[in-house]
């Protein structure tokens, strides 16, 4: 995933231009929308809320069909999406926190739900994509980052309501960042004259990926169904695992403690059969006939665990695109 236009939104002092300049034209956020009339705005307030891009809950979902081998991350956020925008009154933003082992579709999901909540997914200026590493790598500058996110957070929802942030490699963040989005997840009506109750905030993670790992081979062990894996089978292991684990991004963190993540979505590992489908679909978006032979050999290339069982992919469908370059 690319990352967002964080540096450039700062250097405009954390407020994009939209908010102060809409005129009888449709500014470009408006543009974004599908406005393509305006009749004269109020120059001072932000966006109209009904401005905001609805909700289509069937190409969600037929988009979510995308998504192979994660039966749970696909109802929870199809439920959880289409409940939170169909409610005109929401208490608070929106706040995903989706973990899982590498490759099994986190990163793609996200870009799922970027595109289905504004247009031109991320690359709407209401989406805004934040990598650890990228965006917040020395751990003495957190009470900087702290200052710039909370800036950031602030600008971007004053001018769109609907605005989306996601936090990828948050395993990989310094412990206390994130804490400085406490505020605007909690069930204030407004701080300092901004509804925050409209955002929606997700959370990427590889922590919690060997709890959801062993539940997902306790299962198969038993001879029971992935399928028959529950949520309820998950969550509650997955908060605390990652509350009390010192390199997830949340240790000890607030967030939990005070309940503001409105839910933990497990992606489970991805079998031989997932990477199968994975690589028939990156075929077809390719334009190439679908060959069978291809897709065996490329699935077989993979590395999976436990050594014994070899019943998970190591890096899910993550190399898949770089392997079939060689067919
Ligand atoms: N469950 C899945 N269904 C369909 N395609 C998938 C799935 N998982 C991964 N892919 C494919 O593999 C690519 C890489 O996956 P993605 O970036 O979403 O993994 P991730 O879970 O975010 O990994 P990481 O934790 O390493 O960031 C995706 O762009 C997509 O093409």
Not at 62 to 82: M, N, P, S, Y
Not at 159 to 175: G, Y
Request: aromatic residues 10%.
């Amino acid at each position: 995933m690319q990352p967002g236009r964080w540096g450039a939104g700062l250097a405009r002092g954390g407020v994009p231009s939209q908010r102060t300049s809409p005129g009888p034209q449709p500014t470009r956020a408006q543009a974004e929308m599908g406005v393509t009339s305006v009749g004269s705005a109020d120059e001072a307030s932000p966006l109209p809320l009904a401005l905001c891009h609805p909700l289509n809950a069937t190409a969600l979902q037929r988009d979510l069909e995308k998504l192979f081998g994660q039966h749970l991350a696909t109802e929870v956020i199809l439920k959880a999406l289409t409940g939170f925008k169909s409610n005109r009154n929401p208490k608070k933003p929106l706040t995903l926190s989706l973990h899982g082992w590498a490759g099994t579709g986190k990163n793609f999901v996200s870009q799922i739900l970027a595109e289905n909540l504004h247009p031109r997914g991320l690359k709407s200026n209401f989406v805004h994509l934040f990598v650890s590493t990228l965006h917040f790598p020395h751990e003495h500058k957190t009470k900087l980052y702290q200052d710039q996110l909370q800036k950031w957070i602030h600008g971007n929802v004053s001018a769109c309501a609907s605005s989306v942030f996601i936090f990828d490699e948050m395993d990989k963040l310094h412990p206390g960042v994130i804490d400085a989005v406490k505020p605007f997840l909690d069930y204030y009506e407004q701080i300092d004259g901004v509804s925050y109750r409209k955002a929606i905030f997700i959370f990427l993670s590889n922590a919690g990926g060997d709890l959801i790992t062993k539940t997902a081979l306790d299962f198969w062990r038993a001879g029971r169904k992935r399928e028959d894996i529950q949520l309820k089978d998950l969550e509650a292991v997955l908060s605390v695992g990652v509350f009390n684990n010192k390199h997830s991004g949340l240790w000890r963190s607030g967030l939990i403690d005070r309940n503001l993540i409105d839910y933990f979505v497990p992606f489970l590992p991805l079998e031989y059969k997932h990477v199968k489908m994975c690589v028939r679909a990156e075929m077809r978006a390719r334009g190439y006939v679908v060959d069978e032979d291809v897709v065996s050999r490329v699935a077989e290339e993979m590395t999976y665990f436990p050594k014994e069982e070899r019943v998970y992919s190591d890096k899910g469908c993550k190399t898949v695109q770089a392997r079939l370059d060689f067919y």
